[in-house]
């Protein structure tokens, strides 16, 4: 899977994002190789209750270490999201709070 890695910021709104979905709940975490701007990463149980805000996983364009290459720590997680770091919806989540998938 390959989420936003390779995308550049101009081609995504801040109201865009990807989102990784598992057959079941199981220990997630994500790195950060050749993505070109900050993320956001949202981590939802299969209810989709947030169970973990990653506010600012940084950059690292390439996939050439050092510097090190931004890794977030495991969390449970059916559903995982990232959007762009400037987005304001993640200054408003809490862990808790839940999602709504829409037709």
Do not use: C
């Not at 989420?3 to 598992?22: E, M, P, V, W």
């Not at 839940?98 to 037709?103: A, G, N, R």
């Amino acid at each position: 899977m390959k989420g936003l890695s390779g995308i550049k910021r101009k081609q995504l709104k801040t109201n865009q994002g990807a989102i990784f979905i598992y057959k079941e709940v199981g220990l997630r975490s994500f790195w950060m190789p050749d993505t070109y701007f900050d993320l956001a990463i949202i981590f939802l149980d299969e209810n989709l209750s947030v169970k973990h805000v990653e506010k600012k996983a940084s950059a690292h364009p390439g996939r050439k270490e050092p510097p090190m290459i931004y890794r977030t720590k495991s969390f449970p997680a059916k559903y995982v999201i990232e959007i762009p770091a400037e987005n304001p919806l993640i200054f408003s989540l809490s862990p808790g709070d839940k999602f709504q998938l829409l037709k």
